[in-house]
């Protein structure tokens, strides 16, 4: 039966005074919300400028290509020539420290969290007891802490200096290792010139490691015979780095045939062009938002359906590109000319560690070492630049950020293992499992998946204590910022800085746990 | 046999009553996905309606769109003389006329039960306190719990619950109530101190536009069931018409399965 | 999933234990579970497997050298505690006039009644502390202590005149075993009594019964306190000075502490009980809530200990500060008690949307330097605005507006006050940074706190909203908070902020230090609260929408209230660590406690380096400070867990 259709006689719908109508009051609250919030940022920024002006303080970013006139404790470049490789120092300081301490945290950390499971008293109330003393002081303290206990407990650096040679004998492997109360300083490897080619061979590796354990995967789920896909894979890729070792000259020619082009291009390059390249991009961002978002409400058979709300929406997208265009083409044209040299710069600096590793096959080691050196600055010894050094700030902030994290870690893993719901184990058991087969098969993943999203937050918290590495004068992004702005007076900047490089680091270690958190879900479906 | 017919066979006496819903061709779509393919139907005043349909029909989006709980796209609603569109007011006027009865019962944990049904009394009527209150253990003393009136929801047995959402809706003093699946989530025990409160209301000459399985409610108490399926009104009529005579094999099929 | 994890997952699986002793340590506090024999209990949680007993001796041995080793370390003649006990009023109130201390014990015992009677009206229920716990607690102490005095090694012999005697090596010489142990009686006491308390429960009572037997956790607090206080009068504690100066050679700790220490611990205990009483009546719903008001005065208590007496310009005052007050409290009481009749319409909102229009416009005036203006006006003006666009939602009878009009007063009250005593200067002479140690700490901790709360709720509010605008605009600042490091926004707030205001407005260091605790916090409690807001079920929603709430009495009524609820235990979790943060203030140069510790100890002439020591203490408050909340967030979260409803 399709009539179905009541024979009525409807008025005409009246459409209701502005006022009244919900989506438009709806938008007129965001829309002023967004004006104030704007107008009031406005606000703040023109007070700054007055007030810079007024105090006569220079503002902009060119302390950045400045010679900055401080020298740096540690890190790659303990002299840096201008401001901005000043920052890159201590940005790469701060990486290194993070990177390393996400992996002894996470070891730490799971060996403590199962601790606190363990069936053995005496191991189960230690772990505990590590945990809360960690967890329930400020990571400041601790830290502070260490540095001082690390001056008070390892010998002193003077005190084993021949006074005629001002050779130094002490530490567990002299001339290897040296341990003293200014920190620790080890072998150094650093990269040489052959490094950048022998990476391309790695890469290919990489790939090449992906396609065989794949193909091993397939062999043993298609045989039932164990194929060792992971341990196949780390084969290839070592054994592509072996061989790499030798034969990377090869790749010499990347530099001068693949970047040089690509620079002497981008050098052609006129600003206006990539000034209008930049708006296409935001338009065609936007033209591509919202054929998606007329796309997702295309219904069959008929056009879109668009409510109000959902015109507001395209609006403020066609709204968005066409302030970014405006900001492209006249608030910033600085900008463009700005990508154009960084990218050249880039680009150039490629093409010159690629040339320069070219030499024969044989030639130039992608990697060195230096073994530790101590010098004489005046009458004190100190440690060299040669080796890895790890000053007694480097160790404090590290051992501090390290336990601190791994008794969160620890907090997290236990919960984990707590969350898999007791059934599970009962059902393992239940068919027949043993118990290690159950703990690995059934237990872990779980508890796995569980504590993954929390365990991204403690490596974005660790990322972020390492700051605290200002209270002990380690040179980190932000010790070193704080004595640029110091010296120059350009606070905003060196704040935006850091906020852009902290933000980065979020970024990847965020993308990096969704990465397995998503790869873990669909191994789980 | 149309859909005006189906109410005339009725009676002549409620074919001659007002209009109290009208819906006029109403789409409703969820993404690429509709869910209501054109529903046209009047509702009488004082009328009871009873909605079947198989699991996904759009019965629930049907009734939650006469509240305004989900927009339609096209087509029009008009609720008690009032036209369902983006007008604030007409929305304000609608929700207090229109009473709604969910399967979850979604009572407010952190309130007590009077607190539940003064609530919107208090803060949509504006009515004064002691009034609102007074108001509340009335229609406690209606669906039959006047002892629970200082309990908190977590402390009442489903049927319980279910009863102070209805008085909760009926606080309000609409001219309609909505039930969506009232009962599904009872224990059978249960479900029927919330049927004879349902009746109550009926016999008192409440609109009632009512989604359930209950198929001895539909039989005794309602005076029309429509039967929809994938969106679609697909017959309508009397109850006995319905159960002893139905017109279509969709509907055959759906009464073959349940009975 | 691969082979590789295989070995791992087995040398776990021999760690973990099976699943049904997984909560093994909880097992003390599980009454039903009989105690097993000693000797029963070793061999089941010590020595149960080969794996296992290796773990216990390797463990064990470690254990009892490391505590040897803390033992010698602190009570080496090489430490310095005097150092502490001098600088206990540095440490707590740094340069804060002595003079004045009768403001903090004030507002430290109404912070304390407040407490004991929340506490004390709190339907918390729990079993407390088992007898069983505290034998078992008591033996374990005892046992410590009595290991500690054997493991110490023999103090160094001093000569006649104090000094150490040193040996041909140069180190120090001992007293033979037996003097040391002669000479450490109070200890002997200390341990055995522990000991021998801790014995006397467990063979007096039965099993049953000590399991069964619980003290109530409040009162075991409070006889911990009570404990602690009544050491101050037995003990002297040691002298006490300023600045490393003992400028009362005679007076003690003992002497100045014990009277107000002990006043407090029965403010406490009295507050308790007069809270207990009430509970049991039925007057307890509006005593509660007069209470948990009364906790919202908090700002004006801390603003009153921190500003002394506040040099107040009278003249000022009665000519503009008042009348501006009392303008906005009776001419906006009386627009709102217009706006909040029940059937105004759409007037009351047109209204509203003007009096906002106009309320932006004075701030465009401001940015445009047409028209000067107290920046105060423009606030309360701006708030008024928000208020009365917000107004028809609370209609109703005259009751109900009445008391709408009287929040109103009263926050127009609290603002206008707080901002006249931050404008005042201070009477008392002090030094710059009259407040410092452990004050600051608690301040800064209360400040944000109180400030970051309805922040945080806004943007939470925000970033689940439903409009788009309002949700990018809160996620771009949770998101960009939360990435960043919390010492550069210190830093922003310390070293900046003053570039961003208008001429002529400085805001001093610690308040702006404040302010970006508060921002910073703000976006943490956010993502808290964000969780609470997903924890709420659509049903609520539509249930709310079906009977025609408006999305503010939604939110205020119905969405909030729960969220809030199952938000508490990360929000207590927020408070510890906002309470471990301040000790960052010490960083960007403000005297805290952990500064006091740190930097200033070690640089008076008498404890010239002396840093260990100071170190120490501070670890000691902040653990426990840091621990007591987290105990209580537990306790907390047991008890929602229970739930009444
Ligand atoms: N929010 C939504 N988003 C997308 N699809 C939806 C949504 N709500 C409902 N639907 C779809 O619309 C269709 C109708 O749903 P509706 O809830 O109205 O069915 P129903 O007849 O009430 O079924 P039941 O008897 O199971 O309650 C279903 O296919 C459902 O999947
Ligand atoms: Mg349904």
């Known amino acids: 039966?399709?009539?179905?259709?009541?024979?009525?006689?409807?008025?005409?719908?009246?459409?209701?005074?502005?006022?009244?109508?919900?989506?438009?009051?709806?938008?007129?609250?965001?829309?002023?919300?967004?004006?104030?919030?704007?107008?009031?940022?406005?606000?703040?920024?023109?007070?700054?400028?007055?007030?810079?002006?007024?105090?006569?303080?220079?503002?902009?970013?060119?302390?950045?290509?400045?010679?900055?006139?401080?020298?740096?404790?540690?890190g790659i470049d303990t002299d840096p020539a201008t401001g901005g490789r000043a920052l890159w120092v201590g940005m790469v300081n701060t990486i290194r420290m993070a990177a390393a301490g996400i992996v002894l945290a996470t070891i730490l950390g799971t060996l403590i969290g199962i601790g606190r499971l363990s069936s053995n008293w005496l191991v189960a109330k230690l772990a505990s007891g590590f945990i809360e003393y960690m967890?329930?002081?400020?990571?400041?303290?601790?830290?502070?802490?260490?540095?001082?206990?690390?001056?008070?407990?390892?010998?002193?650096?003077?005190?084993?200096?021949?006074?005629?040679?001002?050779?130094?004998?002490?530490?567990?492997?002299?001339?290897?290792?040296?341990?003293?109360?200014?920190?620790?300083?080890?072998?150094?490897?650093?990269i040489e010139d052959g490094f950048y080619q022998w990476l391309i061979i790695v890469v290919i590796g990489c790939f090449a490691a992906r396609w065989i354990s794949r193909q091993r995967r397939i062999t043993r789920d298609q045989t039932g015979n164990e194929?060792?896909?992971?341990?196949?894979?780390?084969?290839?890729?070592?054994?592509?780095?072996?061989?790499?070792?030798?034969?990377?000259?090869?790749?010499?020619?990347?530099?001068?045939?693949?970047?040089?082009?690509?620079?002497?291009?981008?050098?052609?390059?006129?600003?206006?062009?990539?000034?209008?390249?930049?708006?296409?991009?935001?338009?065609?961002?936007?033209?591509?938002?919202?054929?998606?978002?007329?796309?997702?409400?295309?219904?069959?058979?008929?056009?879109?359906?668009?409510?109000?709300?959902?015109?507001?929406?395209?609006?403020?997208?066609?709204?968005?590109a066409a302030t970014a265009c405006v900001v492209f083409l006249v608030l910033w044209p600085g900008l463009s000319s700005w990508l154009v040299n960084s990218s050249r710069d880039l680009f150039d600096v490629l093409a010159n560690k690629f040339g320069e590793g070219r030499g024969n096959i044989g030639d130039d080691p992608p990697f060195g070492v230096s073994m530790p050196d101590i010098e004489k600055r005046g009458n004190f010894a100190n440690m060299g630049p040669a080796g890895l050094n790890l000053t007694q700030g480097f160790a404090a902030v590290f051992f501090g950020v390290v336990l601190y994290t791994a008794a969160f870690v620890a907090e997290i893993v236990r919960g984990g293992i707590l969350a898999v719901p007791k059934g599970q184990t009962e059902a393992a058991l239940a068919v027949g499992l043993r118990r290690s087969t159950m703990l690995r098969r059934v237990i872990l993943p779980q508890a796995f998946r569980v504590s993954l999203p929390p365990l991204g937050n403690q490596y974005l918290n660790l990322t972020k204590n390492t700051s605290l590495a200002i209270a002990v004068g380690y040179t980190d992004v932000v010790q070193v910022g704080q004595t640029i702005f110091n010296q120059t007076g350009r606070s905003l900047e060196v704040f935006i800085i850091w906020m852009l490089f902290y933000l980065a680091c979020s970024l990847t270690i965020s993308v990096v746990v969704n990465f397995f958190n998503v790869r873990l879900k669909i191994v789980e479906r | 046999?149309?859909?005006?017919?189906?109410?005339?066979?009725?009676?002549?006496?409620?074919?001659?009553?007002?209009?109290?819903?009208?819906?006029?061709?109403?789409?409703k779509w969820y993404g690429d996905f509709q869910a209501l393919k054109g529903v046209s139907a009047t509702i009488k005043e004082?009328?009871?309606?009873?909605?079947?349909?198989?699991?996904?029909?759009?019965?629930?989006?049907?009734?939650?769109?006469?509240?305004?709980?989900?927009?339609?796209?096209?087509?029009?609603?008009?609720?008690?003389?009032?036209?369902?569109?983006?007008?604030?007011?007409?929305i304000e006027k609608i929700r207090s006329e229109v009473g709604m009865v969910f399967q979850q019962f979604n009572l407010f944990p952190h309130l007590s039960v009077i607190d539940n049904i003064s609530l919107a009394p208090l803060w949509v009527r504006k009515r004064p306190r002691a009034e609102a209150e007074r108001l509340a253990s009335d229609l406690l003393e209606r669906v039959g719990i006047p002892e629970q009136a200082e309990k908190f929801p977590g402390q009442l047995s489903g049927g319980q619950q279910q009863r102070v959402a209805i008085a909760r809706a009926l606080a309000m003093e609409p001219r309609i109530m909505l039930f969506d699946e009232p009962t599904s989530a009872l224990d059978p025990e249960m479900i029927k101190e919330v049927l004879d409160v349902m009746k109550e209301l009926a016999v008192g000459g409440m609109t009632m536009m009512v989604v359930t399985h209950e198929m001895g409610f539909a039989r005794e108490v309602a005076d029309r069931v429509i039967f929809m399926e994938s969106g679609e009104i697909v017959e309508a009529g009397t109850p006995e018409h319905f159960f002893t005579d139905p017109q279509e094999d969709r509907t055959k099929l759906f009464l073959s399965q349940i009975l | 999933m691969s082979s590789e994890l295989e070995h791992l997952a087995r040398g776990t699986a021999e760690l973990i234990a099976n699943a049904d002793e997984r909560e093994a340590e909880d097992a003390a506090s599980r009454p039903d579970e009989p105690s097993l024999p000693p000797l029963q209990w070793l061999k089941v949680n010590l020595f149960s497997s080969v794996l296992n007993t290796a773990l216990t001796i390797v463990f064990g041995l470690a254990g009892v050298l490391a505590y040897q080793r803390l033992l010698n370390w602190a009570f080496s003649h090489e430490r310095n505690w005097d150092a502490v006990r001098?600088?206990?009023?540095?440490?707590?109130?740094?340069?804060?006039?002595?003079?004045?201390?009768?403001?903090?014990?004030?507002?430290?015992?109404?912070?304390?009644?407040?407490?004991?009677?929340?506490?004390?009206?709190?339907?918390?229920?729990?079993?407390?502390?088992?007898?069983?716990?505290?034998?078992?607690?008591?033996?374990?102490?005892g046992g410590a202590v009595i290991a500690g005095i054997v493991l110490v090694q023999p103090h160094a012999k001093r000569s006649a005149d104090g000094e150490i005697l040193l040996d041909a090596d140069f180190e120090p010489v001992r007293e033979s075993f037996g003097t040391a142990m002669a000479d450490r009686g109070w200890w002997w006491l200390i341990g055995v009594l522990l000991l021998a308390t801790g014995l006397a429960i467990w063979v007096i009572l039965g099993d049953l019964k000590r399991r069964k037997t619980f003290v109530g956790a409040i009162p075991f607090t409070l006889g911990v306190l009570a404990f602690a206080v009544s050491t101050l009068w037995w003990f002297h504690w040691g002298n006490y000075g300023q600045q490393g100066d003992i400028i009362e050679p005679g007076r003690t700790v003992k002497d100045s502490a014990k009277l107000p220490w002990t006043a407090m611990w029965f403010v406490l205990t009295g507050a308790y009980l007069v809270g207990r009483r009430i509970s049991a009546t039925d007057r307890a719903a509006s005593v509660r809530v007069v209470v948990n008001l009364s906790w919202l005065l908090a700002p004006f208590i801390t603003f009153w200990v921190i500003l002394r007496d506040p040099q107040i310009d009278y003249a000022?005052?009665?000519?503009?500060?008042?009348?501006?007050?009392?303008?906005?409290?009776?001419?906006?009481?009386?627009?709102?008690?217009?706006?909040?009749?029940?059937?105004?319409?759409?007037?009351?909102?047109?209204?509203?949307?003007?009096?906002?229009?106009?309320?932006?416009?004075?701030?465009?005036?401001?940015?445009?330097?047409?028209?000067?203006?107290?920046?105060?006006?423009?606030?309360?003006?701006?708030?008024?605005?928000?208020?009365?666009?917000?107004?028809?939602?609370?209609?109703?009878?005259?009751?109900?507006?009445?008391r709408f009009v009287y929040a109103w007063a009263a926050v127009m009250a609290i603002l206008h006050y707080l901002v006249t005593m931050i404008n005042a200067p201070s009477t008392?002479?002090?030094?710059?940074?009259?407040?410092?140690?452990?004050?600051?700490?608690?301040?800064?901790?209360?400040?944000?706190?109180?400030?970051?709360?309805?922040?945080?709720?806004?943007?939470?509010?925000?970033?689940?909203?439903?409009?788009?605008?309002?949700?990018?605009?809160?996620?771009?600042?949770?998101?960009?908070?939360?990435?960043?490091?919390?010492?550069?926004?210190?830093?922003?707030?310390?070293?900046?902020?003053?570039?961003?205001?208008?001429?002529?407005?400085?805001?001093?260091?610690?308040?702006?230090?404040?302010?970006?605790?508060?921002?910073?916090?703000?976006?943490?409690?956010?993502?808290?609260?964000?969780?609470?807001?997903?924890?709420?079920?659509?049903?609520?929603?539509?249930?709310?929408?079906?009977?025609?709430?408006?999305?503010?009495?939604?939110?205020?009524?119905?969405?909030?209230?729960?969220?809030?609820?199952?938000?508490?235990?990360?929000?207590?979790?927020?408070?510890?660590s906002t309470f471990k943060e301040t000790s960052l203030l010490a960083i960007i140069g403000i005297i805290d406690f952990l500064r006091v510790a740190n930097s200033v100890i070690p640089g008076q002439t008498v404890f010239l380096g002396v840093r260990m020591e100071g170190l120490l203490f501070v670890c000691m408050i902040y653990w426990i400070g840091a621990y007591s909340m987290s105990k209580f967030s537990q306790r907390l979260e047991r008890h929602l867990g229970v739930g009444e409803n």
Not at chain 3, 103 to 110: A, E, F, K, N, Y
């Open chain 1, 1 to 74: 039966m399709t009539d179905t259709q009541p024979s009525l006689q409807l008025a005409a719908t009246a459409k209701p005074p502005f006022y009244r109508d919900a989506t438009f009051v709806k938008w007129l609250v965001q829309v002023a919300t967004l004006v104030v919030t704007l107008f009031a940022i406005g606000f703040l920024a023109r007070e700054a400028g007055d007030s810079l002006r007024a105090k006569s303080i220079q503002t902009g970013f060119g302390f950045l290509d400045v010679d900055p006139a401080i020298s740096l404790g540690e």
């Open chain 1, 135 to 190: 967890r329930n002081i400020p990571l400041l303290v601790h830290i502070i802490l260490f540095f001082v206990t690390i001056a008070v407990v390892f010998p002193d650096f003077g005190e084993n200096v021949d006074p005629v040679t001002g050779e130094v004998t002490q530490g567990p492997w002299n001339g290897v290792i040296h341990v003293s109360n200014k920190g620790f300083s080890v072998p150094r490897v650093h």
């Open chain 1, 227 to 320: 194929t060792y896909p992971l341990i196949s894979a780390l084969g290839v890729v070592a054994a592509f780095g072996a061989i790499g070792w030798f034969i990377h000259p090869i790749f010499g020619f990347v530099g001068d045939l693949l970047f040089a082009p690509i620079r002497d291009l981008i050098d052609a390059t006129p600003p206006n062009l990539v000034q209008l390249l930049l708006c296409v991009v935001a338009i065609i961002a936007a033209g591509l938002w919202i054929k998606g978002f007329f796309d997702a409400r295309r219904t069959p058979g008929d056009s879109a359906k668009l409510t109000d709300d959902d015109w507001f929406r395209v609006i403020f997208a066609g709204f968005a």
């Open chain 2, 1 to 27: 046999m149309s859909f005006s017919d189906a109410t005339a066979a009725v009676s002549d006496e409620l074919a001659a009553r007002d209009d109290i819903i009208i819906c006029d061709s109403v789409d």
């Open chain 2, 46 to 90: 004082r009328e009871v309606v009873v909605v079947l349909g198989p699991s996904g029909s759009g019965k629930s989006t049907w009734i939650r769109c006469i509240n305004r709980l989900e927009q339609h796209q096209s087509g029009r609603i008009i609720v008690d003389g009032v036209e369902l569109t983006n007008d604030t007011r007409n």
């Open chain 3, 86 to 141: 001098v600088n206990m009023r540095a440490l707590f109130t740094f340069t804060y006039p002595s003079s004045q201390y009768g403001r903090i014990w004030v507002t430290l015992g109404i912070v304390l009644t407040l407490a004991g009677l929340s506490l004390g009206l709190s339907r918390m229920v729990g079993q407390g502390v088992s007898l069983k716990r505290i034998s078992i607690w008591c033996m374990a102490w």
């Open chain 3, 316 to 402: 000022h005052v009665m000519s503009t500060d008042l009348p501006m007050a009392l303008g906005f409290m009776i001419g906006g009481g009386a627009l709102l008690f217009f706006l909040t009749k029940p059937d105004l319409g759409e007037i009351g909102r047109i209204l509203g949307v003007g009096l906002f229009g106009i309320a932006i416009f004075n701030w465009v005036a401001a940015f445009f330097g047409i028209y000067p203006m107290l920046q105060k006006a423009r606030i309360s003006f701006l708030l008024l605005a928000l208020v009365a666009l917000a107004a028809h939602n609370f209609a109703g009878e005259r009751a109900q507006r009445l």
């Open chain 3, 428 to 576: 008392v002479d002090a030094p710059d940074e009259f407040v410092g140690g452990f004050l600051v700490t608690v301040y800064i901790a209360v400040f944000t706190m109180i400030f970051s709360f309805p922040l945080g709720v806004l943007l939470a509010l925000g970033r689940t909203s439903t409009l788009p605008i309002f949700r990018v605009l809160s996620t771009i600042y949770i998101e960009t908070v939360r990435g960043v490091p919390f010492i550069t926004i210190l830093f922003f707030f310390s070293t900046f902020l003053n570039i961003f205001l208008p001429d002529g407005m400085e805001i001093e260091q610690l308040a702006a230090a404040g302010l970006g605790f508060a921002l910073f916090s703000a976006a943490y409690l956010a993502e808290n609260i964000r969780g609470g807001l997903q924890a709420v079920r659509r049903g609520q929603y539509e249930a709310s929408d079906a009977l025609g709430l408006s999305t503010v009495q939604r939110t205020g009524f119905i969405v909030l209230p729960q969220a809030l609820r199952v938000s508490i235990p990360p929000l207590v979790g927020a408070t510890i």
